[in-house]
């Protein structure tokens, strides 16, 4: 309970509760984070706005509509989604079972699709011995790839484990033990694939990195 509850909240809980006995909250089934200034010059926005979509639920509404990882949500029926922390709030708001139309960012450009909201119901890597680790020297950052068991663990095809940080990957938060999984929306495979991109790349770029379970991504200003 609290004394900051919006009305709005409140008469929606007791409108529920009249009439269906319980509070139900449409789910949408990504996981998201803020854009800022670093990830909206990354993804190509004039302006720091919407919902970073870091991983989609596989079989939910959201991956049956379409959204992909590294979609920016900007509306949901037209209504402006100008903070991630806008989502939830306007998804749940809606009944299980409703059809919602999605404006997302996707590759520079905006993206109309519609998703069916299902109702809202909650690994660590392991060490292994492998080749010696390499830094591509614009990110600081000590990488090798993973292996087969390890991507076995985390469900992925590719991926390069952090194992030691530093320089402008470090502050901007990436941490040993973190995997790597594509820059600005494009899979890493090798080391020698990163450095590349790395290489063609100005400005500020988007690491995609998976934390114990978790996907988000890292904004990165190269030096």
């Known amino acids: ?45 004039k302006k720091p706005q919407g919902a970073l979509v870091a991983a989609v639920e596989p079989r939910s509404p959201a991956d049956k509509a379409g959204i992909k990882t590294g979609d920016i949500i900007l509306a949901v029926d037209g209504r402006e989604i100008e903070n991630s922390i806008d989502l939830p709030r306007v998804i749940g708001e809606s009944r299980p079972g409703t059809q919602v139309k999605l404006k997302v960012w996707r590759q520079g450009e905006t993206k109309e699709l ?8 909650a690994e660590k890597l392991a060490r292994a011995d492998a080749p010696a680790k390499t830094k ?38 990436v941490q040993p033990g973190d995997v790597i999984l594509a820059l600005n929306n494009q899979p890493v495979n090798s080391v020698d694939q990163l450095r590349r991109l790395v290489d063609r790349s100005r400005g500020s770029v988007a690491l995609l990195i998976q934390r114990e379970g978790s996907k988000i991504y890292v904004p990165i200003r190269l030096s």
Do not use: C, H, W
């Open 1 to 45: 309970l609290s004394f900051a509850v919006p009305i709005e909240v409140a008469m929606k809980v007791k409108t529920d509760l009249q009439k269906y006995g319980k509070v139900s909250r449409g789910r949408l089934g990504v996981t998201i984070q803020g854009v800022n200034r670093e990830l909206a010059d990354s993804f190509g926005l």
């Open 114 to 121: 519609s998703a069916s909201l299902a109702e809202a119901p």
């Open 136 to 173: 591509p020297s614009r990110l600081g950052l000590a990488l090798r790839p993973l292996t087969e068991d390890e991507r076995k663990q985390i469900e992925t095809d590719g991926g390069l484990l952090v194992e030691q940080a530093e320089g402008p990957a470090a502050r901007a938060g």
